[in-house]
């Protein structure tokens, strides 16, 4: 029980996190899988990031139906996640975002690509998910399991992709990691754009990925959590794994 409490309000600070780095608005989601079942995940009701508290985090079978709703509302998009928790065994947590700057590369066929050392990790090859192509004309929500599973599907065994004219999805191991992720993608979003206004882009080689990524761990991923605690105003615990 305390390791579930612990998770859950990890997952509240991950909320917060978003909000004040400026991934998440009113909109977006963060997700985890469920500590003592793999066959769930715990995700908040719907309610805008910034104002998510311990009792709003719900407990979601993968196929999107509620455990125990109390009367709260889900996210009409959950099936994001329960998807990806779905297709991939290896995924812990999933961020879903309307991040603004990466929107530009999700309708244009400019791709995004790790610009600088902290946008390694978003991978070195980041598909671009159209609803339109296998669902026509939607409201571009990922509504139902069908559209989540054929998300899932184009992300493949990656941790990123973005989602045309709508945002972005973020897949990880971790809570900490998918939000590391989806706060460098917004600034590598931002970066990328900046620096092909000014020409010529010398992105990162596949082989700097690589280097990146084996060596992105608590060592980082604390010294930002500590950072963002702070900023967020929530409380800081060092993460050994
Ligand atoms: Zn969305």
Same mark, same amino acid.
């Not at 329960?82 to 812990?92: F, H, I, K, S, W």
């Not at 754009?193 to 020409?199: L, S």
């Given at each position: 029980?305390?390791?579930?409490?612990?998770?859950?309000?990890?997952?509240? #600070?991950?909320?917060?996190?978003?909000?004040?780095?400026?991934?998440?608005? !009113?909109?977006?989601?963060? !997700?985890?899988?469920?500590p003592d079942n793999p066959q769930l995940y715990l995700l908040s009701c719907s309610r805008a990031p910034d104002c998510i508290e311990n009792?709003?985090?719900m407990a979601f079978a993968l196929d999107g139906a509620p455990v125990d709703a109390r009367g709260r509302a889900p996210y009409l998009e959950r099936f994001i996640h329960?998807?990806?928790?779905?297709?991939? $065994?290896?995924?812990?947590s999933v961020v879903h975002n309307h991040s603004e700057s990466v929107? $530009?590369?999700?309708?244009?066929?400019?791709?995004?690509k790790p610009i600088f050392h902290l946008g390694a990790g978003i991978g070195k090859d980041v598909p671009v998910w159209d609803s339109h192509d296998h669902f026509g004309d939607t409201a571009l929500l990922v509504e139902s399991m069908e559209m989540g599973r054929d998300l899932a599907k184009l992300i493949g065994a990656g941790? #990123?992709?973005?989602?045309?004219g709508h945002g972005a999805t973020v897949a990880s191991k971790s809570i900490r990691q998918a939000v590391f992720i989806s706060v460098y993608l917004e600034v590598n979003a931002r970066l990328q754009?900046?620096?092909?206004?000014?020409?010529e882009v010398k992105f990162l080689t596949a082989g700097e990925v690589d280097k990146v990524a084996s060596r992105t761990g608590p060592y980082g991923i604390n010294r930002a959590w500590e950072n963002?605690?702070?900023?967020a105003g929530r409380s800081f615990e060092a993460d050994e794994a």
């Open positions: 029980m305390v390791r579930l409490d612990r998770l859950i309000e990890e997952l509240v #600070t991950a909320n917060r996190i978003l909000a004040r780095e400026g991934v998440v608005d !009113s909109f977006g989601h963060v !997700s985890v899988r469920h009792d709003d985090i329960g998807a990806l928790y779905e297709a991939r $065994p290896d995924v812990t929107i $530009p590369f999700g309708v244009t066929g400019r791709k995004i941790a #990123t992709a973005l989602m045309r754009k900046q620096a092909m206004e000014m020409g963002w605690c702070r900023r």
